[in-house]
Each structure stands twice: as C-alpha cells, then as structure tokens.
C-alpha cells in the first residue's frame, strides 16, 4: 500500500491557475503507476490524468489537454497536475491516485489504482 497526501488546492478565479502536488511514500515510486482523479458534487469519479512510471507517457481527459499537465519526480517521490486556464466546470475534489499494478505503463481507468489520498478541494469561480 501507498501513503499519498496531496496539497495546493484553493480557490481561483476562472482563467487562473493552480499547481497540485501529491507526496508518496510505502513503496518504491518509480515503480507505481500515477493518476489523478477528480469528483464533483453529484458526479462520479472522474479521470484526469496519469503518467507512466518514467515519465514517458502521460494521457489526460479530452476537456483538460493543453490545460493541465501532469509530471513526476522519482527522485523526490512526488507527482504533481499544474492546472492552467482554470473554468469553473473543473471545481471538484481531486485525488491523487497510485496504481501497483505491472500490466499496464499507463491507466485512465479507477480500478487499476489502488491507493488514494485524502483529496483536496478546488474551487473555480466565474
């Protein structure tokens, strides 16, 4: 199991930015797959984005491309989603998520992660 924390959530206006970080430990991290997640109000879990062990690959949900952008640092054992041109419509809690799983470089999907954190709230006001 993987202990995540995430922080830098907070309000911003729309057009602004944010920079979430997300601190691991319990595992060797270059060996776990990285996600982030996020949940509105009345939603279901959403993706966001995930990048693969080494940084080589990373994929993001269609609304958020050229927006957000996700990084890792093994070194340091932490991932971050620096979100730019923020719109109110991405206000939810977002979650840092780990995947130990070895079948897959990469995943959209909840179910191939299997540590979360706690989630931090974003709020995006028009």
């Known amino acids: 199991q993987v202990q995540l924390v995430e922080s830098g959530g907070g309000l911003v206006q729309a057009g602004g930015s944010l920079r979430l970080s997300c601190a691991a430990s319990g595992r060797t991290f270059s060996s776990i797959l990285m996600g982030w997640f996020r949940q509105a109000p009345g939603k279901e879990r959403q993706f966001v984005a995930a990048?693969?062990?080494?940084?080589?690959?990373?994929r993001y949900l269609d609304s958020v491309k050229g927006r957000f952008s996700i990084s890792r640092d093994n070194a340091k054992n932490t991932v971050a989603l620096q979100m730019n041109m923020l719109k109110p419509e991405d206000t939810a809690v977002y979650y840092c998520a780990a995947g130990s799983t070895t079948y897959y470089t990469i995943s959209s999907f909840a179910n191939h992660y299997d540590s979360w954190g706690q989630g931090t709230q974003v709020t995006v006001s028009s």
């Open positions: 990048i693969s062990r080494n940084s080589g690959s990373t």
